[in-house]
């Protein structure tokens, strides 16, 4: 985290000493898929209180970026991942500290988000943006439905599908290669947290917060809508 800041400080300068150039403006719609890997406690494969046992899943992501100049823009994005929660792991950890053996039934984590925020970016070359994207918004996250049985004791351990609304934040780097005038390809790599609270009946509290971190890593197409001089 602390080298996207110093490269966000970096480009901001950037931005400054390049506010006299003022080239086309540019919208593009960006569609993308790959790859959710958690990361942080949601990665976690022990029984603490913030462990999520996520491991891989898949993402989804529709953007709009307006340029406004050669190194600042505007960018809203929706996205959709889907998490696995890991059942083996949850199993082998619950086999370690209790006696028997334990059979894990999970579905997956789903995370739904829409967020806007900041583009800095280097002047194009070769065809070619190199992006760095800030964005604030808002995700719907599911927690599955998650049973253990014990093999001596029967069910110890339930809690229901829930969903909860919370503040998310991204930062991430994207690159946008022009084969043409008007289409092209994209990478991006971003980092996602949010921090939702689901029901559990079992305790104290009758809730939990569980803190959800995880990486995107994507490719996809981009088209530019219009162009428009200032």
């Known amino acids: 985290m602390k080298n996207i800041l110093f490269i966000l400080a970096l480009f901001t300068v950037l931005t400054i000493q390049g506010a006299s150039q003022q080239p086309a403006k540019r919208t593009i719609l960006a569609s993308s ?7 942080a406690e949601f990665a976690s494969e022990s029984l603490t ?3 999520g046992f996520a491991s891989a899943g898949i993402n989804t992501e529709a953007s709009l970026m307006r340029y406004m100049g050669s190194f600042f823009g505007l960018t809203s994005a929706i996205g959709y991942s889907n998490i696995f929660l890991s059942e083996k792991d949850y199993e082998n950890e619950y086999d370690r500290v209790l006696y ?3 059979q894990v039934s999970a579905g997956n984590y789903q995370i739904l988000s829409a967020m806007g925020g900041f583009i800095f970016k280097v002047p194009e070359f070769s065809n070619t943006d190199i992006l760095l994207m800030v964005n604030l918004g808002v995700a719907l996250s599911f927690h599955p439905a998650l049973s253990v049985t014990n093999s001596y004791l029967g069910l110890i351990n339930s809690v229901k599908k ?3 609304f919370a503040g998310i934040s991204n930062a991430g780097i994207r690159i946008n290669h ?3 005038e008007q289409y092209g390809l994209s990478l991006s790599y971003s980092l996602n947290a949010t921090r939702p609270s689901f029901d559990d009946k079992t305790s104290i509290e009758g809730h939990f917060n569980l803190p959800i971190r995880y990486q995107n890593i994507n490719v996809g197409f981009i088209m530019k809508l219009g162009t428009s001089q200032k």
Do not use: F, K
């Open 33 to 39: 898929a790959g790859l959710s890997l958690p990361y």
């Open 49 to 51: 209180v913030n462990s």
């Open 178 to 180: 022009w084969l043409t």
């Open 162 to 164: 829930d969903t909860d």
């Open 100 to 102: 028997g053996t334990h």
